[in-house]
């Protein structure tokens, strides 16, 4: 009887073997089903997938990724990062300009969306106020006036743009993706601008402003 016990067991166990020793060869050789093939990067090139996997590399420079508001983008040309100015900033970038003090510079901020307190004397923080509450002139330190809000769309992503500062030869616009739970700043500072106090002047053909529509206009989620 205890032979033919071990017999069964034998038996048994050789077939699960089997069975599975031909499972592991017939799903080695599937192809792995991966949605797409190419990952399309914001400046317009192209990465393929690293081996047999669906992940992807990173896109290479001038693409730039800033996973801690989920956003990668191209980096237009000539600027390079360099240190963010406050606890808000998430990145910046500068181009150099005529002299050391008239650099051109992006710059990127995130402020949260306050959650509601359930209290009817603290509203929950809509993103325009969180726009209102941080769209300050710099030379007067005062809220800028919704008069200068405008309403953009770029790629397909509504902005607001807001004019923030016009001083001293220095013009920064600020652009502002709402987002569920956040708001996204996008500022564009021109220094030493020649005919800065013209009304004719077109902005959008400054450096930064010109960079900084063209970086808009590559982002990603990711």
Partial sequence: ????????????VIGVGGLVYRNAIEYARRPVACPQFERACPDGTHVSRIGNTCDFPACPF???????????????????????????????Y????????????????????????GSTSSPQATALAVIQATAIGGASGMPVPVTHYSSMNINNRQFTAVSIERFEA??????????????????????GVPGWMEPTLDISTLPAHRALRELLSTLQAG
């Fill in 1 to 12: 009887m205890k032979s033919l016990l071990l017999g069964i067991v034998l038996i048994v």
């Fill in 62 to 92: 001038p693409n730039v990724s800033l996973s801690e508001v989920g956003l990668t983008f191209a980096l237009p040309q000539g600027f390079s990062s360099t240190t963010p100015s406050d606890a808000a900033s998430v990145a910046a």
């Fill in 94 to 117: 500068r181009l150099p300009g005529p002299t050391s003090l008239e650099p051109s510079e992006i710059i990127i901020r995130r402020y949260a969306i306050a959650a509601s307190s």
């Fill in 170 to 191: 220095v013009i920064t616009t600020a652009y502002y993706l709402a987002r569920p739970t956040d708001v996204l700043r996008f500022d564009a500072i021109d220094r």
